[in-house]
């Protein structure tokens, strides 16, 4: 990592778009998409070569474990990991194991009564693994929007940042040149030498 001295004189750590790619373990392509997400736009040096601050590095990071997180409970719940661990032990199962077990040697009429019963019990259940699966779907699309927007702020935030240390900046500059002034009388005076003032 190199370091750049900005116009406010100040020393950042650059990581080049090769680097980036090093330290995501990723590609050109999913750097790309992962600034893309993170609403990041790279900045560029005097000779057009993409570079990133550590703070870029660290958002994109978060950005891509956060989709990684996100692929991977999707993952499960296509496989129906999800629907398994709810089915494992409920109370629905339960009922259906006794109902099976207490009509094992019944009537032909209890044992109709029974089926219909738990095939009750089993719409039952599929309907609330369905609902609990909307409901999680729903809350992991609203977490995206609240990290992403999170995101986003932290990057405006580090802008308002350096345009604060740019304005301070002038406003020192402004401050020496007006000291640089001597009343000589008579509402005039003599501006000093600066060249001490000047950053």
Do not use: W
């Amino acid at each position: 990592m190199e370091k750049y001295t900005t116009a406010e004189s100040r020393t950042e750590e650059v990581i080049s778009a090769g680097q980036a790619q090093k330290i995501l373990n990723t590609d050109a392509s999913e750097v790309v998409t992962l600034c893309q997400k993170a609403h990041l736009k790279p900045k560029k040096d005097g000779l057009g070569n993409v570079y990133f601050s550590k703070t870029d590095i660290d958002v994109l990071r978060k950005v891509k474990e956060l989709y990684e997180h996100t692929a991977q409970i999707q993952a499960k719940r296509k496989k129906g990991e999800a629907s398994q661990e709810i089915e494992n032990g409920n109370f629905l199962t339960r009922a259906k194991n006794r109902l099976k077990s207490e009509f094992a040697l019944s009537s032909y009429e209890e044992n109709r009564q029974m089926k219909n019963l738990t095939e009750s019990l089993s719409n039952l259940e599929n309907s609330i693994v369905d609902r609990i699966n909307s409901i999680l779907s729903e809350k992991m699309d609203g977490l995206d929007e609240v990290v992403v927007e999170l995101i986003r702020a932290k990057t405006e935030n580090e802008t308002l940042r350096q345009k604060l240390n740019e304005l301070n900046r002038e406003n020192f500059n402004l401050k020496n040149e007006n000291t640089s002034y001597k009343s000589i009388g008579l509402g005039l005076y003599l501006k000093k030498n600066t060249d001490d003032f000047v950053l």
